[in-house]
Every structure is written in structure tokens, then in C-alpha cells.
């Protein structure tokens, strides 16, 4: 079976595991840099951002998260996990993980009572697909080799390039799994194509 | 078609604080410490819960002008208190753009019978809970986050012990009801049947449940974790400590790792001294914010 992790130092959590075991993958709940080792992909869940850098920093994640994706595991980042693997966000301009080539702005939508559910078409994945964006980020501008796949009102809500997926929403926090099936079908195809290497 | 103030907005919104720790803060610098600690949201108030015991009199919601500060102040939640069952309050907190508000024991409340029906705002409530019949009562009101009650201000983490227990095997208590049983147990608990069927069918509340009311240490938040706590609000806790700063990273940091207790240790030492804390049986009953609501 598919082993893929979901970070676990703060946030969603306990849902994209069950995401992902609905999708027929076996999750790992990621607390430690050594774990990594265990799974072909990772997760990283919706949270606050903050939080999670500091969290990352304090145990030495960063270079083992930044090698994770740079050795052809996909990764996904769902709403902080988007500003995680951010090559740039909005006004600080340099960013977390600095994986996928986007730049990324924070609490974009607004507040909380700016929150809202809509749906939205997720290129070649889902069409309808009831979107939470909870004090979400957005995408600002993405690089050249990056695939947009959502849009909400002219705002980037969901890219991919290569075996990085981001989306600005939580897909873990409704029972449709289309987009996490989506992920996991990535970590198998990059689980044939690694192996073949 | 965008829709605003779902319960799946609010009650997602808590489910993005998990496994953190929610700091009250009394001003802009306080609130820059706690995010800069790691908190994954700050409460905005005029005082600190001992302050308000301490100062007595009647405790009400914050000067705008303090949540407004704290909420320029930093990118993490803002969070507030509203007295039990002010409307105005919760409505002003809310045109103030707070993320969360909680009708909170905490301040003096201003109706002894109803809490507000907090469905009809777009803005989430988190409340304060003993057992499993406040909780769903609360979460029937339109809560979206609940947290243990504890005795808030008193640095004792007995009472807050006390609570999460109780809501914990009350759930697993449900789980092992049949269909026919649960009706008396909703008569007797005083808890919405038809949440008692979901909270029987999943196997937990419907919403997050934090612990509050006497968290004063690493190891305090952990054990609270342990316990089944989906995340701690510190209030006194951290800025009445002699390190705020070294103490609210520590916490951050147990309650990530609870169960890590090398770990634990390692942070625990040279902390500085904690709050004075206040043994219950010194507090009259008119002393216990916890009973101030059901």
C-alpha cells in the first residue's frame, strides 16, 4: 500500500488522514524528520503558518522537508501548507520551503467572517468540487512550468507543477476525496518513476 | 455562489488550531510575544483572568480599542470575550472583525438563563463546557468550538483535569449506549438527542474541544493533551510567569509533542517561576467562574 505522510506539528491533521485512507493509501502522522524516510509522499496540512515555521525550525525540519521534495517525492500543501512550499510570499517576498514557484499571499480572502465554502472547477480533476477556504491564502503570480487548475473570481486557488500540488482551500474538511485522489494517484506514478530510475 | 458563516467555515476554522495553544494577551506587545512563541491565536482582553479575579467587580468585554491594537498587531487569529448572553457585545466583537469570540465565563455574566444563539452570526463562538449536557447544549446554541472549563485565573490545574475527564468518558459512555438507552441519557444529561446520535455514530463531538482554566506549565498543557484535549488556551498562565516569552514557547512546544517526555523535561528546566496558583478549596462559591453558566 501507498505510504504517504501527513505533517503533524499543528492543524488539520486527523482529517487528511482520513482523507487519504479514503482514498485506499495508508497515512503516517509525521511528527519527526526521521519519519520521512518512511513514506513516498507528504501532506502538509492547513494550520497556521506561523506556527508550523516555527515549529519546523525548531526541529530541524526545513533542510529535511526541502530534500524530501527535491528528491522527486510530490508534496501537497493545503492552505498554510500552500505558504509553506511558496517559493515567494506577498510582501516578505522570500519564503518557507521555497519549493514550487508561486508566490503566495496570506489571509487573502480576509478574516474569518470573510471565510466562505463555494464550488469550483478543479481542472481535469473535479468539476464542482465544494471548496472551504477558511482565512485563505491565494496565489498571486505563478512560474512558467506551473499549471494553474482552479481559479475563484481571477484568484490562483489550486496549481501544480510537477510532482508539487498546492490549493488554497481544505479539501480534507468535506467527504468528497477527488483532489486528495488526485494526490495520491501522483505518489504512485512518481513511486513507478523513481523506482525505474 | 460563495456562502459565508457555514457551520463548515466555523467549525473549520477550530480545526485549523489543533494541537495549539491559544494565549490571552492584554495589549500589541503581548500579542507579538505569543505569535512570535509559536501560538497558534491570541484572546485580545482588558485583563488577564487573575487581574480580573483580583480586581473583582464586573468583568465585561475588552475596549475595542485593545482588540483593534492586538488585532493590527499580528497575522495569527484574534480571538475575544463576549459576557454570557450579550448579544451586543458578541454583535460588536463581531463588526469588529475578531475571528472567534468567546462567550466566556470568564467576564460577569449578563444573562443567568440563555446564552446567545449563536447560529445567527457569521462569526464562530467557542464556550466553556464541565460535562458532556453543557457541551452539546452549547454546540445546539451554534457553537463551533468548545473548550473544558477549568477554574480560569487560578493557575490549578485540577478543575480543568476534572472537566476533561468527565467530557471524555461521558463520549465514550454514548458510544456504548444502545439506540434505546440514549433518550434517558439525553433526559438526564440534558443534552440534544439528536447530537448525543451523532456523537454515538462518530465517536466524538462534532466540534474541537480545547482545555482551558489553570494551565500553568509544560508539563500542565501535555497532561491536557493526554487527556484528549484537541489544544490548550493559556490565559494567566504565560504573562504572569517570570519568562513570558521562554514560557510560552515551551508550552507551544509540549503541547506539540505531549507524549515526548525527555523532551518535556528538557523544556521544563530553568523556566523561572511559574504563576502563584490558588488552591480550590480557598475560593468561595461566589469565587467560581466555572459554575457561572450550564
Known amino acids: 500500500m501507498t505510504k504517504i505522510g501527513v505533517l503533524g506539528l499543528q492543524g488539520a491533521v486527523r482529517e487528511h488522514v482520513r482523507s487519504l485512507e479514503a482514498c485506499g493509501a495508508e497515512a503516517v502522522v509525521i511528527k519527526r524528520k526521521e519519519q520521512l524516510e518512511e513514506v513516498e509522499g507528504l ?84 468539476e464542482g468540487f465544494n471548496a472551504v477556504f477558511i482565512r485563505a491564502p491565494y496565489i498571486l503570480e505563478t512560474g512558467d512550468d506551473v499549471e494553474i487548475l482552479a481559479t475563484y473570481y481571477d484568484k490562483i486557488v489550486a496549481a501544480q507543477q510537477d510532482h508539487y500540488l498546492a490549493c488554497a482551500f481544505h479539501p480534507e474538511l468535506t467527504d468528497d476525496h477527488r483532489f486528495t485522489q488526485h494526490f495520491v494517484d501522483m505518489v504512485k506514478q512518481s513511486q513507478k518513476k523513481l523506482a525505474s530510475l | ?151 480560569p485565573g487560578t493557575g490549578n490545574i485540577v478543575e480543568a483535569v476534572r472537566h476533561m475527564r468527565k467530557v471524555q468518558s461521558q463520549i465514550r459512555e454514548i458510544v456504548g449506549l444502545s439506540e434505546d438507552e440514549l433518550m434517558v ?29 489553570g494551565i500553568a506549565t509544560p508539563s500542565d498543557a501535555a497532561l491536557m493533551m493526554q487527556l484528549g484535549a484537541d489544544g490548550v488556551f493559556v490565559g494567566s498562565g504565560i504573562f504572569k510567569s517570570e519568562n513570558p516569552a521562554k514560557f510560552a514557547r515551551s508550552i507551544v512546544e509540549a503541547t506539540t509533542h505531549y507524549d515526548d517526555y525527555k523532551l518535556i523535561g528538557e523544556l521544563s528546566k530553568g523556566l523561572g517561576t511559574a504563576m502563584k496558583g490558588i488552591e480550590m478549596s480557598t475560593l468561595t462559591p461566589a469565587d467560581r467562574m466555572q459554575d457561572r453558566s450550564k
Open chain 1, 43 to 126: 501532506i502538509l496540512p492547513g494550520g497556521e503558518s506561523t506556527t508550523m515555521r516555527r515549529l519546523i525550525d525548531k526541529y530541524d525540519f526545513l533542510d529535511a522537508l526541502k530534500n524530501f521534495g527535491q528528491s522527486g517525492k510530490p508534496m501537497f500543501g493545503t492552505c498554510a501548507g500552500l505558504i509553506l512550499l511558496a517559493k515567494e510570499i506577498g510582501s516578505i517576498s522570500t519564503g518557507h520551503l521555497e519549493l514550487m514557484d508561486i508566490k503566495a499571499e496570506r489571509n487573502a480572502f480576509g478574516r474569518q467572517r470573510e471565510s466562505f465554502e463555494a464550488d469550483i472547477d478543479l481542472k481535469g480533476i473535479a
Open chain 2, 1 to 151: 455562489m460563495s456562502k459565508t458563516g457555514t457551520d463548515r467555515v466555523k467549525r473549520g476554522m477550530a480545526e485549523m488550531q489543533k494541537g495549539g495553544v491559544i494565549m490571552d494577551v492584554v495589549n500589541a506587545e503581548q500579542a507579538k510575544i505569543a505569535e512570535e512563541a509559536g501560538a497558534v491565536a491570541v484572546m485580545a482582553l482588558e485583563r488577564v483572568p487573575s487581574d480580573i479575579r483580583a480586581a473583582g467587580g464586573v468583568a465585561r468585554m475588552a475596549d475595542p480599542t485593545i482588540v483593534e491594537e492586538v488585532m493590527n498587531a499580528v497575522s495569527i487569529p484574534v480571538m475575544a470575550k463576549a459576557r454570557i448572553g450579550h448579544i451586543v457585545e458578541a454583535r460588536v466583537l463581531e463588526s469588529l472583525g475578531v475571528d472567534y469570540i468567546d462567550e466566556s465565563e470568564v467576564l460577569t455574566p449578563a444573562d443567568e438563563i440563555y446564552h446567545i444563539n449563536k447560529t445567527d452570526y457569521t462569526v464562530p463562538f467557542v464556550c466553556g463546557c464541565r460535562d458532556i449536557g453543557e457541551a452539546v447544549r452549547r454546540i445546539g446554541e451554534g457553537a463551533s468550538m468548545l473548550r473544558t472549563k477549568g477554574e
Open chain 2, 185 to 213: 441519557y439525553a433526559k438526564e444529561t440534558g443534552a440534544p438527542f439528536e447530537l448525543l446520535k451523532e456523537i454515538k455514530s462518530e465517536g466524538r463531538l462534532p466540534v474541537v474541544n480545547f482545555a482551558a482554566g
